[in-house]
Structure formats: C-alpha cells, structure tokens
C-alpha cells in the first residue's frame, strides 16, 4: 500500500510570470503542461488566480453538505451515479461524494441547494460558484494551452461547449489507525479534473512504470490537473488518462473539491494529432453519450479499456 518515494508528479508554476499567449513564458509552460500531461498524466499547477479565501471557504462548504443528515443529503436531486450523492458503500465507509451539474449555472445551482436546503443557503450557491468559475477559468487556460503545444486551434470552440461537474468529497480518517483506501484505483471519464484539497493528503497516481506515488503540494496555490479519458481520445493516445487513488492515513479528514469538465459536443481527433506515427485510434467520441452508456446503460463486466471498446478503431 506504501506508495514509493521514486518520481515526482511534475509541477508547473503558472504563477511566477505573466502568461501571455504566444509569449516565451506561455511556451514554455506548455510544453512542460504537455511533457506532464504525455508522461504522467497529470501535473501539479501552482495557480495564484483563486483567492485561497475562495479555496478556505469551498472546504467550509463541503463540511456543511456533509453535515447533513443522511435523508436529506439522499434527496440530491440528481440520481445518475456520481452526480447525485454517494455514500455508505461498504466497501469504503468513510467517503462520501456529493456532484453538482452545470456548476457555472447559478440558476441550477440554486435549485440543487434549495433541495438540501429549503430555505435556501445563498452562502453555499455564492461559494461554490466563485470557486467553480475560478477552477473553470483555470481549466480553460490548461486546454488552450494543450491546444497549443500541439498545434491545433479551435480551444475557443472546445471551451465554449465545455460544461463542468462540480464533485465534493469526504474522506474520514481511518480507525485504527490504520492505512486505508478511500476511493479505488480508476481513471476519470472528464476531458482534464482539477482538484483542491484541504491539508490533508492521501491522492496517489499510477506511473507508467506501474508505481503509485503521491503529491506534494504547497498550499494554498496548489492544484491537481488530470487527464481523463476524453483527453487521451482527443489526443489520439499521446496523453494518458491518470490512473489514480485516494489512501488515507493519520488523524484527520480529508475533503475535495474536483471540477471536471465535459464536452457537450463531438470530439474528433484534430488532423494534427494523425500521421503515420499515430494512425487514428478512435472514431469520434460523443462524450456527454460516453459518461452515460458506462454510468447508466452498461451492462456486463467492465472493460478493461472504456473508451477503447467505446470508440476505438
Ligand atoms: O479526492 C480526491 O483526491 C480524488 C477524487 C477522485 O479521484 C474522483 O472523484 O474521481
Ligand atoms: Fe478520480
């Protein structure tokens, strides 16, 4: 269970000088974005544009949903699995998830708090929208600058049929003392999550090599960009979706905030992303149709590979 203490997650400083596009600092930040992205899936990005007020209170937040008792949080008005609210499952006790659709929209946003809340709890709706339309602005620059190092335009259009899933997360701290998983080895479905985390770690990644390690973050400007599967499926394979996990240990809890966004449109691979070296592996992807055929129509065991045997050629 011990994660090795061999590689380090990359980190990719966005905060030591100004990012104009096209400037040399903006260059060079996407190619280590993508040389983090190609070869580890994930990075961490030091980002000073989210107020760590807005970050402090997104876990006050968290801690309040939680808090709630066990039939009200059932009530989320969503019941599609991992967008509704998951918790008491057996075989990891002390996690609990809560997912907000379309965070960006206030009006939606309101709807989902007034159902836990019926009197409404404006603080909640004003706190997770700052941070989620902060997160977003973060994701928007990490996609034109994938966008970029590749060579591929067309990031405005990417973005702008982007929409994000906000998830909350708990994670008690184990009894006993003792190691424990919180959440299972899995890659996400999203095109790129951004994670936040309070002080407590226990997030681990899988290397190429087949290793697990974790992270290292220096609060509070520090955050967790993964690739998911749609980003390994526009890519046609360069980047690879993050195999990874959540350990806990000592006394504490953990909470999370992750944005993942989706894409509400088809995603092909870009022409630039296809020569002899990299025939096309995929037909294009209906990403929104992908994250519900495996939560809600799939039937059988799971594949090894989704989107491979979802979309691959
Ligand atoms: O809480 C974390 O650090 C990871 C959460 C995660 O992997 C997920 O919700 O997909
Ligand atoms: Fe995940």
């Not at 407590?200 to 967790?224: A, C, M, Q, R, Y």
């Not at 449109?265 to 055929?293: A, G, N, R, S, T």
């Not at 799939?298 to 979802?310: E, I, L, N, Q, W």
Request: glycine content about 6%.
């Amino acid at each position: 269970m011990e994660a090795k203490a061999l590689s380090k997650v990359p980190v990719v400083d966005f905060s030591k000088e100004a990012l104009i596009p096209g400037s040399n600092p903006w260059l060079s930040a996407c190619n280590e974005v993508r040389h983090a992205l190609e070869e580890y899936g994930c990075f961490v990005v030091v980002y000073d544009q989210i107020p760590s007020e807005t970050r402090g209170k997104i876990f006050d937040s968290a801690k309040e949903l939680f808090d709630l008792p066990i039939e009200i949080k059932k009530l989320s008005n969503n019941k599609v699995p991992y967008r509704g609210y998951i918790g008491e499952n057996p075989g990891f006790p002390r996690h609990e998830g809560m997912g907000i659709e379309n965070v960006l929209s206030f009006e939606q946003l309101q709807l989902f708090t007034n159902h836990l809340w019926p009197a409404g709890n404006e603080p909640f709706c004003e706190t997770v929208h700052a941070y989620s339309k902060k997160a977003s602005e973060l994701n928007e620059v990490i996609v034109r600058m994938v966008f970029d190092s590749y060579g591929v335009d067309k990031y405005e259009s990417h973005n702008e049929s982007t929409n994000y899933l906000l998830r909350l997360l708990k994670y008690g701290e184990p009894t006993e003392n003792e190691t424990e998983v919180g959440l299972p080895p899995h890659e996400d479905m999203s095109f790129i999550t951004i994670l936040c985390q309070n002080h407590v770690n226990g997030l681990e990644i899988k290397t190429k090599d087949g290793d697990w390690i974790g992270f290292e973050l220096t609060p509070p400007s520090s955050f967790i960009v993964m690739a998911g599967d749609a980003l390994t499926v526009w890519s046609n394979d360069r980047v690879r979706a993050c195999t990874h996990r959540v350990v806990m240990s000592g006394k504490a809890t953990r909470y999370t905030a992750g944005l993942f966004s989706f894409s509400s449109k088809i995603l092909h691979v870009p022409e630039k992303l296809i020569d002899q070296q990299h025939p096309l592996k995929y037909k294009p992807f209906d990403h929104m149709d992908y994250v519900d055929y495996f939560f809600s129509k799939h039937v059988g065991p799971r594949p090894d590979c989704r989107y491979k045997a979802y979309c691959g050629i």
